[in-house]
């Protein structure tokens, strides 16, 4: 397992973002479209993503689509080991992913910081 280590910086919104949300993908699974579409109006509304992102954007929504299918097994078949490394990794790449767009509590922190900075009242910045 790898570990980022020291401090990441912070998000904030791109110069370029895209301001309306593209359809998703045809051959996405209907679970990954289904994610696309939860997702996406938050990343434009934080303004987080350009047209060069979206195939990371895509790729979390087939990790998160690729977790639901494969729990949709384990209710019809039961558990396999198999498919549970491979739910696994799903998860852990979907995780990912969602810190890298601002999906998760701690990332979604960091954006809020970086677009709520004002230091017109801090007494101690240097200007």
């Known amino acids: 397992m790898t570990h980022l280590r020291g401090v990441k910086p912070i998000l904030t919104p791109d ?3 895209l301001t309306k949300a593209p359809s ?3 051959w996405m699974t209907d679970e990954a479209r289904a994610e696309w579409k939860r997702i ?3 990343l434009i509304e934080d303004r987080i993503i350009t047209k060069a992102d979206l195939t990371g954007v895509e790729n979390y ?4 689509g690729r977790v639901r299918e494969i729990e949709t097994v384990f209710r019809t078949s039961g558990l396999d080991k198999t498919f549970f490394g491979m739910q696994n990794r799903a ?4 995780r990912q992913l969602a810190a890298e767009y601002g999906l998760s509590p701690v990332s ?3 954006v809020g910081t970086a677009a709520n900075d004002d230091d017109s009242d801090n007494p101690l910045m240097v200007q």
């Open 15 to 17: 110069r370029a973002p």
């Open 24 to 26: 998703a993908p045809k």
């Open 40 to 42: 996406m109006p938050r």
């Open 61 to 64: 929504c087939v990790a998160v």
């Open 91 to 94: 998860m852990q790449t979907a």
């Open 108 to 110: 979604r922190a960091r």
